[in-house]
């Protein structure tokens, strides 16, 4: 990006994708506050512009006249969460318009996937006839919720998970009271995402990994009286989103356990979901056990229907006297 506005090839709309947590928002804001500081050299840091810079700080507050934002609205309870096409139709009008400072226009559409059809399609008429000095930045998770023909018309650049050897030097400095072995393992089940690793330390996400994890070395039996205690634990939480980041590590510790089972590794090293291939192995034979039981009493009671008494085939309910 820093390349394209230099040699003068910016395009008018980029689609910047990667997993919840990468950093696609951080990034798109960091862009728009570098074009309008008027794209300085960095000292290093590729789109640097310091915190202090009066251009920064209003871009932060929403102050700046040549930048907007979109993101998805919190809807009322029931309604789903969306970017309304309402506030998409100002899009086209607000990028038409002369910059106010004389450099460019930019508009931020965080989690572009929150607009529906209608409002996809009131974004159409600026990425097919772009204004001049005029720059849409997109971020989603899941681009291809995103019409053919927005896709086609951006230019993508996809962001990866961060390794391990990213990750822990960017934890120990955010979280530096947090031990090492809790900073890994938030590493671990934020997959690479330094935004839902924060998330994650805000929301008691180690504590709801180690309960899944325990959940998990559980199967395919496990105890009610832990059920139920699980379910006190996590509806005590602060708030509902907790059952939420419960369900969200469950379901990424069973991808994680699948894929690991797929290359014919026995367990996942450091995860919280180590146990669960072993597991899923025991409900494999569990449930193999209970379909021979089955089948075996189904056999049994055909026999039986054949040759035992009335009154003794177990698929009858006895007849009470006198009836």
């Known amino acids: 990006m820093r390349d394209a506005s230099r040699g003068g090839r910016l395009h008018h709309g980029w689609l910047i994708a990667?997993?919840?947590?990468?950093?696609?928002?951080?990034?798109?804001?960091?862009?728009?506050?570098?074009?309008?500081?008027?794209?300085?050299?960095?000292a290093g840091t590729p789109l640097f512009v310091p915190p202090e810079a009066p251009v920064f700080r209003r871009v932060a507050a929403g102050a700046h006249a040549d930048v907007r934002g979109l993101s998805p609205e919190a809807g009322d309870k029931g309604k789903k969460v969306i970017i309304?096409?309402?506030?998409?139709?100002?899009?086209?009008?607000?990028?038409?318009?002369?910059?106010?400072?004389?450099g460019w226009r930019v508009v931020v559409v965080e989690d572009a996937d929150g607009m529906n059809e209608p409002a996809q399609n009131a974004l159409l008429k600026t990425l097919e006839e772009p204004p001049a000095r005029a720059v849409l930045l997109l971020t989603t998770a899941a681009p291809d919720r995103l019409l053919p023909t927005i896709r086609s018309r951006v230019r993508r650049l996809d962001l990866f998970p961060l390794d391990d050897a990213a990750?822990?030097?960017?934890?120990?400095?955010?979280?530096?009271?947090?031990?090492?072995?809790d900073r890994s393992s938030l590493a671990t089940i934020s997959g690479g995402a330094p935004g839902r690793a924060l998330a994650l330390a805000d929301g008691d996400g180690l504590e709801l990994a180690r309960d899944v994890g325990a959940f998990l070395a559980s199967l395919p039996r496990?105890?009610?009286?832990?059920l139920h205690a699980l379910a006190d634990r996590i509806?005590?939480?602060?708030?509902g989103a907790a059952l939420l980041t419960f369900f969200e590590l469950l379901r990424d510790a069973l991808a994680r356990a699948l894929r690991s089972a797929g290359r014919g590794q026995g367990g996942?090293?450091?995860s919280p979901a180590g146990a669960f291939p072993t597991g899923l192995a025991s409900g494999r034979a569990w449930?193999?056990?209970r379909t021979r039981r089955r089948r075996s009493t189904s056999t049994g009671?055909?026999?039986?229907?054949?040759?035992?008494?009335?009154?003794?085939r177990p698929d009858r309910p006895k007849r009470r006297a006198g009836g």
């Open 84 to 102: 309304r096409v309402e506030d998409v139709r100002e899009v086209p009008r607000f990028l038409s318009m002369t910059p106010a400072e004389g």
């Open 235 to 239: 509806a005590g939480r602060r708030d």
């Open 222 to 226: 496990p105890e009610p009286r832990d």
């Open 301 to 312: 009671r055909a026999r039986c229907s054949r040759g035992c008494p009335a009154s003794s």
């Open 18 to 42: 990667g997993p919840t947590g990468v950093g696609k928002a951080t990034l798109a804001w960091r862009y728009a506050r570098w074009v309008m500081a008027g794209t300085p050299e960095g």
């Open 287 to 289: 449930g193999a056990s």
């Open 268 to 270: 996942l090293p450091g």
């Open 167 to 181: 990750m822990d030097p960017l934890l120990a400095r955010w979280l530096p009271e947090m031990a090492a072995v």
